[in-house]
């Protein structure tokens, strides 16, 4: 029975593993895998139930809680599924409606006559049939609500139910003019990383401005950056722009404060920022070699705190243009920001706030005290934990200022980020800004609190592969493939919306996890994980349906263990894959890929945060960190990887030459005799990649720059700086660097 229920849930019985060996789910990963879908498993009682729920939920559900089409199937059918007796379908009434999303809407009949019979069930002793109900008009792609109501006949209830009916490209966003025939580059910059003379010790949206110009200037036709979802910004598991409290909402430390008008009218404010204790502490965020995030963020976030009382006096009380522009954005975001803002106060309210004597003392240093600790709302009393809970809405009436402090931090992000696209298109940018989104959230963050219905008792991972032997658990809880489908799929569309938002691109980590994703029930290990199959049709027309709207082109990371017509069906939709130039080889050789094996359906690029810098990649920086850091199981192990790593430059050497690609007539001739990687050798790399068909190709500003560590070391935690290294020159320095010239030079033959 556990074997059916799993079957009827999504759980994949087996799959192969990257080395091409079958790996069998077993029966407890099943069970357990059934239970973090909130399943009741422990009987067989229970089980019959289960199965019977599944077997038969079309039927009892009246209609489908969603309906996904593409906009060439259409006239749109749906069937409905009603419970009557034998014989007396001529009896019913069916009428039903359908409303598009500015209110229109179109209103039918069917009645007993006319309702033709497709199907029937005896279900516990009950008549259901199945009919179809086809709509009259050829509709624009969009999301639709749709409303059917049945008549009843003798001695029964009234049905009615409202469904949503999505209707869809069938394709993803592509530029009509991309430059180059189709073709384009584009700087990638982890925008924390970012060094300058004048941000408050972490990278910003005015240093993200200068970066476009730069890019611009050169010729690129877009620039990537890392995710920028709302985290705690506290040490050491909160840093990770990978391991959001939110993917709806953005981190507020990426703010220019001093480019904030509130700040400039607010004396208090102004008063700190030109006080000579706080420009002392400011320039040691500035100065210093790693990113203090806490420290950024309480410094942040108290002069943020004076400028939203400015606001409030004289913007949001008087109904000023700046305070009606506040209220529209909070109107138009609707129940999805509250949500956030009363999770962002609530964590306040039981987490380690900040000294708020700073603005007395004018002492940044008594800020040092965790941002907040307690970014988890599992955590809180028990009455806070649900969102819909009278504790919960009596706080937030209580509450009213402090939640729309935190609505006014994300109204200023959306305008600092809309400006830098605005930029970006202006210099005329062939994409513009190229976001990224991350796999999920962590279980204890806004968007698990505000979703939990949907949300699985289980971590995401992956089996164990020639990357980690040992599989790897990626920390955050699964969506429910049912519970997402039951709700018509509402946190996948807000969550594609947002980050497609002020963007020309969205990259899509790990797209794999669209078709089938690795669940971890907790207590158990990577290895005894098993695979749950998605609804990747519904998923993959929405995210076309939110690309084309907002015209952004979607790049799907499909790197790692994949299932089978992955890569087709994401081409298909034409979701750009996703190529590295460290893992294009002519495996099983260890060769490179030659430049025109590349798919033109593709963006390449040398590395990511995860792998090494081209530097380092030369050099063997990051092997030497791993043996430091006793990542290596033995000896043989690291050797292995340090002869590997001598062959694959060497192959490297070779792969350029066989291109034609010219060094300086002085460049050794062997990887031995070359032991440092040269601006002259990066920019061979690239011209290697500038030679393939991909659409887009991505150039890491660390590569360029000569940045020897590598962003985040996988497997590690705090013995390791991940996401806190900042770029070894300033921006000051980067816009004039020659090397850029040079680089756009060569693509400008592209």
Request: aromatic fraction near 12%.
């Amino acid at each position: 029975m556990i074997d059916e229920l799993a079957e009827l849930c999504g759980i994949i019985p087996e799959y192969y593993d990257i080395f091409g060996n079958k790996q069998v789910t077993p029966v407890e990963t099943k069970k357990a895998i059934l239970k973090a879908m909130k399943l009741k498993v422990d009987s067989r009682e229970d089980l019959r139930e289960e199965i019977e729920k599944r077997r038969w939920k079309p039927w009892k559900g009246f209609i489908e809680p969603v309906k996904i089409i593409s906009v060439n199937e259409q006239p749109l059918t749906i069937p409905v599924y009603i419970p009557v007796k034998e014989g007396e379908e001529n009896r019913l009434m069916l009428s039903w409606s359908i409303e598009d999303e500015k209110g229109q809407r179109d209103e039918y009949m069917l009645s007993g006559k006319d309702i033709a019979v497709s199907e029937q069930q005896w279900i516990d002793g009950m008549r259901y049939i199945k009919i179809y109900i086809s709509d009259k008009t050829q509709r624009d792609i969009g999301y639709y609500g749709i409303t059917i109501e049945c008549a009843p006949t003798d001695g029964q209830d009234l049905l009615r139910k409202t469904a949503k009916v999505i209707i869809t490209p069938d394709t993803c966003y592509i530029p009509p003019r991309p430059v180059g025939e189709g073709r384009t580059w584009g700087l990638y910059v982890n925008l924390y990383s970012i060094r300058s003379s004048r941000n408050w010790g972490i990278g910003d949206f005015t240093d993200l401005k200068n970066v476009v110009k730069l890019t611009a200037a050169l010729g690129g036709g877009f620039v990537g950056i890392n995710p920028l979802h709302a985290i705690p910004n506290t040490k050491p598991y909160g840093i990770s722009p990978y391991s959001p409290i939110s993917r709806l909402y953005k981190n507020f430390v990426y703010l220019d404060v001093e480019n904030i008008p509130d700040v400039k009218k607010s004396d208090n404010a102004m008063a700190s920022i030109i006080s000579e204790v706080f420009k002392k502490e400011l320039g040691e965020l500035r100065n210093g070699d790693l990113i203090d995030y806490e420290k950024v963020a309480s410094v942040k976030e108290e002069i943020l705190k004076n400028a939203f009382n400015a606001f409030y006096e004289r913007h949001y009380k008087r109904k000023t243009k700046r305070g009606r522009d506040f209220k529209r954005y909070i109107s138009e975001e609707g129940n999805i920001l509250e949500s956030f803002a009363m999770y962002m106060a609530l964590s306040k309210e039981f987490g380690v706030s900040p000294s708020r004597s700073f603005f007395k003392s004018n002492i940044v240093s008594s800020l040092v005290t965790r941002h907040s600790s307690l970014f988890s709302w599992q955590e809180w009393p028990e009455e806070y934990r649900d969102l819909s809970g009278k504790a919960v809405q009596k706080f937030k009436k209580a509450n009213k200022r402090e939640l729309l402090f935190y609505e006014y931090i994300q109204w200023l992000i959306d305008g600092q980020l809309k400006e830098v696209a605005e930029d970006a298109k202006n210099s005329g940018m062939a994409i513009g800004l190229y976001h990224d989104l991350a796999i999920g959230s962590v279980s204890g963050g806004s968007d698990v609190w505000s979703y939990q219905d949907v949300v699985g008792g289980a971590n995401v991972g992956a089996p164990p592969d020639d990357f980690n032997p040992n599989g790897q658990n990626w920390g955050f809880p699964p969506l429910i493939p049912e519970a997402l489908k039951e709700t018509g799929y509402e946190l996948f569309i807000q969550t594609m919306r947002k980050n497609m938002k002020y963007g020309g691109a969205l990259r899509i980590d790990h797209a794999p996890g669209l078709f089938r994703l690795f669940w971890i029930p907790y207590g158990m290990s990577p290895r005894d994980g098993g695979y749950v199959r998605y609804p990747y049709e519904d998923l993959l027309r929405i995210i076309a349906l939110e690309s084309v709207r907002n015209r952004t082109m979607v790049i799907a990371e499909d790197l790692g263990t994949i299932g089978e017509n992955v890569r087709e069906t994401l081409q298909r939709f034409q979701m750009l894959s996703y190529r590295l130039f460290y893992f294009e080889r002519n495996y099983p050789e260890p060769s490179f890929v030659k430049p025109e094996m590349y798919p033109e359906m593709a963006l390449c690029a040398v590395t990511t945060h995860d792998l090494p810098t081209l530097y380092g990649y030369w050099l063997g920086q990051d092997l030497k960190v791993k043996k430091e850091l006793g990542m290596y199981p033995d000896e043989n192990v690291w050797q292995h990887q340090i002869n590997d790593r001598e062959r694959d430059r060497a192959l490297i050497l070779s792969a350029l030459r066989s291109e034609g690609i010219l060094l300086p007539d002085d460049f050794p001739a062997g990887p031995n005799m070359a032991p440092q990687m040269t601006p002259e050798l990066c920019c061979a790399i690239y011209n290697y990649l500038a030679k393939t068909p991909c659409k887009l190709v991505l150039v890491s500003l660390d590569d360029v720059i000569g940045t020897l560590n590598q962003q985040n070391m996988p497997g590690t935690v705090d013995t390791y700086p991940n996401w806190m290294q900042k770029t070894p020159l300033l921006l000051d320095e980067i816009v004039i660097d020659k090397r850029f010239v040079e680089l756009s030079d060569m693509f400008r033959k592209i």
